[in-house]
């Protein structure tokens, strides 16, 4: 299973940088078989890259929502409207099955952020906590390629069975 890894946001803006935060970490644990890619956004170009993969996992800062993280499935939505600078997850996979006849099994991982309008590479201290939370789900989810399993019922961190035996140094 070729699986993808892709954390996107602005690491010069705090929280916002929580995707390409957990990229990187997620690199150094040098998991098999899996290619980790970061970047300040997502963008039409993507699409290529995404057509050769069987599955992939986009991580996001997220402005709300649940905390510390959540995990759940996209599905392509044509329609979204986009730019030649940006493009959302679920209308890439839905141009990446347009342009070429298919697109990955997709998942999201939202890493909650607090403090977005600073100008600093530098996570909050909430936000650093939610992110090694993160990562001590995913990398486990990620070696054993269990993503249906993380993501039954849209993940709720209470009722995480991937984090309990497994840490991420």
């Known amino acids: 299973m ?16 929580l995707g390409p935060a957990c990229a990187a970490a997620l690199e150094r644990l040098q998991i098999p078989g899996l290619v980790v890619d970061a970047d300040y956004q997502l963008t039409v170009d993507d699409s290529v890259a995404l057509r050769d993969f069987d599955v992939v996992v986009f991580a996001d800062a997220a402005l709300r929502g649940p905390e510390p993280f959540e995990f759940r499935a996209l599905e392509p939505k044509p329609g979204v409207p986009f730019g030649s600078h940006g493009i959302e997850p679920p209308a890439l996979l839905a141009l990446t099955r ?4 298919r697109a990955p099994e997709a998942w999201v991982l939202a890493i909650r952020g607090y403090d977005f309008e600073g100008f600093e590479e530098r996570l909050s201290g909430r936000a650093a906590a939610n992110l090694a ?8 989810v990620l070696r054993n390629r269990a993503f249906r399993t993380a993501g039954q019922d849209s993940h709720r961190p ?3 069975p991937a984090a309990a035996g497994e840490g991420v140094p």
């Open 2 to 17: 070729r699986v993808l890894f892709h954390g996107f946001g602005n690491p010069g803006r705090r929280d916002d940088g």
């Open 158 to 160: 209470d009722q995480d």
């Open 133 to 140: 939370a993160a990562l001590r789900f995913i990398a486990p």
């Open 98 to 101: 347009e342009l070429f006849g």
